[in-house]
């Protein structure tokens, strides 16, 4: 009796090793089998994209055209609104006085002027200072610097050339503490040249278009890559399509034998995102050497490309490449879903 179950016991001990021993088992064969299905999956989604191969050379195009313009929009955008808050931070205020007026004047103005909590910095200089800057400006000018070789000239400039402080701002949009104390300050009242009005909206004009251009860059490219994402879905969505319906009978028989749903859909949506891959290379290595080769012109023309700059010169280029990948393997895998979606049935 107790021997019975002893036995019984045993048995039960190596039934169970037996059962996960079975269980390992099945769960091996299940990771390899899963690998071995996505090896073919890779495998037939390479196929599909060389036996269509035209089509999707011509999806990979219209993306890539897609994905630049994208890159052109953010990179106008920030290159745009980098000059203009670069052109903001260097904006002065040139208030200007009589010509002649001493420098312990002019420390008494600045001194007033400093009690403005807007004002960041004060630079001074008399009328002497400002003729030796004019002449530094036209050293190279033979015909102007022979002008003010004109006996009596360098007098008679000294005689109408004001002084001038040039006051630099925290914040460029709020001038009105500095228009106050211009205004009201005795000091400034009593000597102000009358010929000359205070620079408060110089370079503000300029600023202005700048950030328009910015608006309009940002605007008219997310319009454009709108329209191009659009027709690069479509361009995708035909092309699974036109897979589907050529292998209509390879697939038929895959489901007649049982193949998953999942390994039936994998090829079009590898072939999809290949595309989306290469065009996304292909994308950021155009958008890479086109501003190389425009940074020059850019920076000569006092456009703050640093931003840019930063950014493809760095090893953050790497996440550059991968986003803008990212990005199209993305567009292709929705291209693809809509597609099968609709046909795949």
Known sequence: MVGSKLTKRTDRKINKAKQKE??????????????????????????????????????????????????????????????????????????YFAPGTSGEVLEQAAEAMRAEQNVKS???????????????????????????????????????????????????DNFSGVKYIVDNNPIFQENLDSSYEPTYETNQAEIATITSWANVAKNGGLILSVVFLVISILVIFNTIRMAIFSRREEIYMMKLVGADLGFIRGPFLVEAEICGAISGVLAATAAYFGFDMIRGGLVSYGVDVSLVDGLLRSSRLVLVYLGVIAIGMLVGMISARLAMKKYLK
């Open 22 to 95: 079975h269980l390992k088992t099945l769960v091996e064969n299940s990771s390899v089998s899963k690998v071995r299905s996505a090896g073919r999956v890779l495998k037939y989604g390479a196929a599909s994209f060389r036996r269509n191969v035209w089509l999707s050379i011509a999806a990979t195009l219209v993306m890539t055209i897609t994905l630049i313009i994208l890159i052109i929009t953010i990179g106008a955008s920030l290159i745009l609104t980098a000059t203009a808050e670069s052109m903001r931070q260097k904006i002065d205020i040139t208030v």
């Open 122 to 172: 004060i630079d001074i200089s008399d009328t002497n200072a400002e003729y030796q800057a004019l002449l530094d400006q036209y050293a190279g000018e033979e015909s102007i610097m022979a002008v003010f070789g004109i006996e009596g000239m360098s007098d008679q400039t000294l005689s109408k050339l004001p002084a001038a402080m040039r006051i630099k701002v925290y914040d460029p």
